[in-house]
């Protein structure tokens, strides 16, 4: 069977490829403990060479699922979306990461800015909005820089604040800041942006929330997104 055209000059199998890759986007798990787990399972790969794979393939992989959802995600235009950013240190320099997720948890789009203010928060919400259009109610904090930004994009009367309304988004930021910690920060914002986008995506396609399902449906679930994920740039 012919390899696909993505992995056409590797020896490594693909399937190994997209192994290694899912344990260290999905996981928070350093290099090294990839290099680890894969020895486990007699795979004698470097944790350089780790680094590489999620450098060539990740975004490949990352993209692919993002087309996949984004135009299902289209259709539901009366979503309520809520959003919030957190600061990120970037080789000792503070940067944000403003970050949009569904009334569902799924995570929209993650976009770094090295400001925290109306240009950035119109950058973001125009990146948001042509990629998914415009929800219905989009949920902020009470920060200035969201009302001038949506009164500029017209969308000012969607906006709702409230003290715990933005609990969802919050939460979502827990996943990233272990991958954070795990990875020892980053040195560019660029491998910032990367990251997130990357990480994101996969967080969204083996997110089953578990707790809201029964063991059975969710079991079905997990197998299934393992298979969608093994099935990445397969042709």
């Not at 403003?98 to 973001?124: I, P, Q, S």
């Not at 929800?135 to 930004?149: G, L, M, P, Q």
């Amino acid at each position: 069977m012919t390899k696909p055209a993505s992995f056409k000059y590797f020896k490594t199998s693909p399937e190994i490829i997209r192994l290694a890759v899912m344990l260290y986007i999905r996981f928070p798990l350093s290099l090294r403990n990839v290099e680890d787990l894969l020895h486990e399972r007699g795979i004698d790969v470097s944790h350089e060479t780790v680094r590489y794979w999620w450098n060539r393939f990740g975004p490949m992989f990352a993209a692919e699922i993002r087309r996949k959802r984004v135009q299902q995600l289209r259709t539901f235009s009366k979503r309520k979306w809520h959003v919030d950013e957190v600061f990120v240190k970037v080789n000792g320099k503070r940067h944000y990461l403003w970050r949009a997720v569904d009334d569902e948890g799924e995570v929209l789009e993650a976009v770094v800015t090295k400001r925290r203010n109306k240009a950035a928060a119109l950058k973001f919400l125009k990146k948001l909005m042509k990629r998914h259009g415009c929800a219905e109610e989009i949920v902020t904090d009470r920060f200035a820089s969201y009302k001038a930004a949506l009164r500029k994009v017209g969308a000012l009367e969607k906006q709702q604040t409230g003290r715990w309304l933005n609990n969802r988004v919050e939460n979502s930021h827990l996943p990233f800041r272990r991958r954070e910690r795990a990875m020892q920060r980053f040195k560019r914002m660029r491998s910032l942006q990367k990251f997130a986008s990357v990480h994101s995506s996969v967080y969204n396609h083996f997110n089953r929330e578990r707790s809201l399902v029964s063991r059975d449906t969710f079991k079905l679930t997990r197998a299934a997104a393992l298979s969608e994920w093994r099935q990445l740039c397969s042709g």
